[in-house]
């Protein structure tokens, strides 16, 4: 099992200087990811000063040589789909091919997402990735989508890793389209229950996962009993590190991650 600390880019030491240096900690201590939340507005507290996670995550990229780093994760009904196809491929290949793209529909209470339907906004998530996979295979794309459109573009830049950056997978859990949606990409870094009442996941909803989608295929959990969870078969244990201190963040990631 692999160990990550994931952070919101949001208040006192959680601009691109702070969280390169915590990143740099965190592989210094013995930690394995260190992820982002994707908000332009933090949602825990719209007051706190928020920073751009994807400039952030390139300072990180500088600053480290072994963690992995991604998102976790991007609502991608908010950006268009080629741009963030074009700026994974740049930190993938700043990073030396260790970007993680996590994707979700988004927080309804973000203020930038488009005004509808969660229906809709799982379309454009399904589309987008649709066309991210196409763009990174360095092909000419002709994609005739409800809510995009490509006519013969490409992506001559490409990914460090083959087939390509791994795709992991946020959302409710119990939703069966999110569940299906898990399945078809590499990783799931999903909740369980509705966001205003969430259940913890347990090893069982590992092991129902690891059934489904066999081997080569990550599960990332957290809370609970790391070794519980993987012996259900999780590969990744993360820890959330709220906006507050520095000096609390820098204590928690320094402290390295669990041992059994």
């Not at 074009?86 to 930190?91: M, P, Q």
């Not at 295979?137 to 995009?148: A, L, R, T």
Request: charged share 20%.
């Amino acid at each position: 099992m692999k160990f990550s600390v994931t952070f919101g880019a949001a208040g006192a030491g959680r601009d691109p200087r702070g969280l390169a240096d915590l990143a740099r900690l965190a592989e210094e201590s013995g930690w394995d990811g260190v992820f982002l939340e994707d908000y332009l507005v933090y949602q825990g507290d719209a007051s706190l000063p928020a920073y751009d996670p994807w400039v952030c995550l390139a300072a990180m990229a500088c600053a480290t040589s072994r963690v992995k780093l991604g998102t976790t994760v991007t609502p991608l009904p908010r950006r268009h789909p080629w741009k963030v196809a074009a700026e994974a491929v740049a930190l993938d290949q700043l990073s030396d091919g260790r970007m993680i793209l996590g994707a979700g529909i988004g927080d309804p209470q973000d203020p930038f997402m488009p005004s509808v339907s969660s229906r809709v906004l799982a379309e454009m998530l399904d589309e987008s990735l649709q066309v991210i996979d196409a763009l990174w295979s360095g092909e000419v794309v002709h994609h005739d989508g409800v809510h995009y459109q490509l006519d013969g573009v490409r992506l001559a830049a490409r990914p460090v890793q083959r087939p390509r950056i791994p795709v992991w997978v946020g959302g409710n859990l119990l939703v069966p389209a999110v569940r299906r949606r898990i399945l078809r990409w590499d990783g799931s870094c999903a909740y369980k229950g509705p966001t205003t009442a969430s259940l913890p996941i347990l090893p069982s909803d590992v092991a129902a996962l690891r059934a489904e989608r066999g081997d080569g295929f990550d599960i990332k959990v957290s809370g609970g009993d790391p070794e519980a969870f993987a012996a259900a078969g999780a590969t990744w244990w993360g820890r959330w590190i709220g906006p507050g201190s520095a000096e609390e963040a820098e204590r928690i990631v320094r402290a390295g991650p669990p041992r059994w």
